[in-house]
């Protein structure tokens, strides 16, 4: 585990977009999977204003995504479908046939998380982007998930949906139910960049370093990756500053 403590929000952002922008540049068919939430639309931002430079093009690349909620539509402005498209996809040249989603609008689930496992098992990840939630979840997998869950629908926590109904103009019409890349699926990822930011995730990110394996924080499955690199702000550190 390689972690890399930066000033701020905007610097986390900064660095996480300068690995991936070498990333792509050494390798264009690279495979992404990307993260939704509130922490990576800074790197985001980084990578179009790359693009938009000419250092970087994604007409090569293969992108998957973590999560989507259940039942959603994919024009709901609060799909993530609707969000990658809006904050990234839409401004670079990343064609659509290479743009894998989970359907939250699926009338089988379980043929759509099955066929979504086989996607991945066909065209591995190399980088997989990982934000974190407060309780300590990584994609949807709420605390209590096994380490080897495949891609499957989960029932959100109250944390989660409190946390993410802010997003929603009628609280009351989030979805209590997600579809999400299971941890076995996401570990298969031969590089993985979780970002974390501001002091609500600082007993998470304590738990991932100085913590054990438990499964009541999903995120410490990931301390025996081979290639796990964890970005994070001083205020996400804070706590495992203090123990150091």
Known sequence: MLVKIQKNYKELSEKAAEILIKEISKNPSIVICFATGSTPPGMY??????????????????????????????????????????????????????????NGEAKNYKKECENYEKKINDKPIDIQILGVGVNGHIAFNEPGSKFNSKTRLVRLSQETIKANSRFFKNKKSMPKKALTMGISTIKKAKKIILLASGEKKAEAIFHLVKGNLDEKWPLTSLKNHNNLVVIIDKKAASLILKKL
């Open 45 to 102: 931002k980084k990578l179009v204003l790359a693009y938009k430079k000419k250092k970087i093009r994604f007409s090569g690349i293969t992108s998957f995504n973590l999560d989507e909620y259940y039942k959603i539509k994919r024009k709901d402005k609060n799909s993530y479908c609707y969000y990658m498209h809006k904050i990234l996809f839409d401004k670079i040249n990343i064609k659509n046939k290479n743009i894998n989603f989970l």
